[in-house]
């Protein structure tokens, strides 16, 4: 051979020319002969020599241009592309780490589940929160509506005593009829009325005659039969506007209110001696005859 030519490629230089590639933590720019030799190695900290991948892995990548995420035992995964340059015995790889590879999106999704996790737990509290308020306001609403039915049932309970007292202080526990106290107050009422609407109106007093001598003779027990009977008895004689009452003993008085002229009151008080006149039968195997004595004020 006469001469010869010496070709000499700096593969710095050459490397050079992919340092806009983004290889991250964990990537290689290599270079490697059309027989898998590795000729040059970038890496995140410059030029690094040695072999990186083993020789069968490597026999397997170089094949064909190729990119794709590969597997090998003893490695983490990785992505690698694979590119033969055109009439050149080079072979031009670049390879990253999947996990340096995702590690901003790992790194961004981290810190969106940090986020998460805290507004989960603040919703969590809130919703705690509101769910103790609800069972304490429901707590409180349930002591409420026990204590408005117990107020209730008290407030009932007072009616009810009130009704029986106002009764029993106004009325006459025998006969039922008005007592004297609240004769009186009924009167003052109807004769205000009466005034007022031009009415008349007459206050019969009614005493049995000999009913002293009935209660010395036959006992209590008949004489109070006797009130009730002739009670009875003035309650058919009188309209339900008038007012009848038992002052006491055998002392009734009767209020004719709305009389519109006063000689519709004889009537009235002819009948009602003719009906307490009537003999009273069947008074504890007796038969008892009794008269009314009746004063009247028109």
Not at 246 to 274: C, Q, Y
Request: charged content about 25%; hydrophobic content about 45%; proline content about 2%.
């Amino acid at each position: 051979m006469t001469g010869a030519m010496l070709l000499e490629l700096d593969l710095g230089y050459f490397l050079n020319l992919l340092k806009n590639i983004d290889i991250g933590k964990t990537g290689k720019i290599m270079i490697f002969n059309d027989r898998g030799e590795e000729l040059a190695r970038f890496e995140n900290g410059g030029l690094a020599i040695g072999h990186s991948f083993p020789k069968p892995l490597l026999k397997k990548l170089l094949i064909q241009d190729s990119s794709g995420t590969f597997k090998y035992p003893g490695l983490d995964d990785f992505h690698l592309t694979c590119l033969h340059v055109q009439k050149y015995p080079f072979v031009v790889t670049v390879s990253r780490e999947m996990k340096d590879f995702f590690s901003e999106f790992t790194a961004h999704k981290n810190k969106l589940l940090w986020a998460l996790s805290i507004i989960s737990i603040f919703c969590l509290s809130v919703m705690f929160l509101l769910f103790r308020e609800i069972v304490s306001n429901n707590r409180y609403l349930n002591a409420l509506i026990l204590s408005n039915r117990k107020n209730k049932n008290l407030i009932l309970r007072l009616e009810k005593e009130h009704k029986v007292l106002t009764k029993a202080a106004s009325v006459d526990a025998l006969t039922q009829f008005y007592n004297r106290r609240f004769f009186v107050s009924m009167a003052q009422k109807n004769l205000f009325l009466t005034k007022k609407n031009t009415f008349s109106c007459a206050i019969l007093f009614i005493d049995l005659d000999r009913f002293k001598k009935i209660n010395d003779t036959l006992g209590h027990r008949v004489g109070d039969l006797l009130l009730k009977k002739v009670a009875h008895r003035l309650i058919r004689c009188t309209r339900k506007s008038d007012i009848v009452s038992r002052f006491g003993g055998d002392e009734f008085v009767v209020m004719l209110t709305e009389m519109s002229a006063e000689e519709n009151i004889s009537p009235v008080v002819e009948k009602i001696i003719a009906a307490v006149s009537a003999p009273y039968e069947y008074m504890e195997g007796h038969q008892i005859i009794t008269s009314p004595s009746i004063e009247i004020a028109v």
